[in-house]
């Protein structure tokens, strides 16, 4: 069976991260995945926040080798994640309470 980019438009997506630049290729998981191709500001910045967070409990289990202290240090990190992750969703909120308020102002443009 011949595969077209209109039975499986991503496949073009693919292509085209695979000549640009790595980060493209988070892009295209989500559109594979089906979610919506923008993203909002909460959703780019959880992105950044569980790479960083992923990151730290690598090294927990790589480096720490006494089971309570690891337990310990991800729970640390976990608390860590829940919290920026509420930064972020708050600041979002207020960013979209503002932007509709502005919105509603009258125009001085004539």
């Known amino acids: 069976m ?3 980019l209109q039975q499986e438009p991503h496949i073009f997506f693919i292509i085209v991260a695979m000549l640009h630049k790595p980060v493209n290729l988070w892009l295209v ?4 995945k089906g979610n919506k191709m923008f993203t909002t500001y909460a959703d780019s910045a959880n992105y ?3 790479m960083i967070q992923s990151a730290k409990k690598t090294w927990v289990s790589s480096f720490v080798k006494d089971e309570a202290i690891a337990k310990s240090l991800n729970s640390f990190v976990d608390a860590q994640t829940d919290f920026a992750k509420q930064i972020v969703k708050t600041g979002a909120d207020v960013a ?7 919105g ?5 443009s004539k």
């Open 2 to 4: 011949k595969h077209s």
């Open 29 to 32: 998981i989500k559109l594979k």
């Open 48 to 50: 950044g926040i569980n």
């Open 96 to 102: 979209t309470v503002i932007s509709k308020e502005v």
């Open 104 to 108: 509603k102002w009258p125009s001085n």
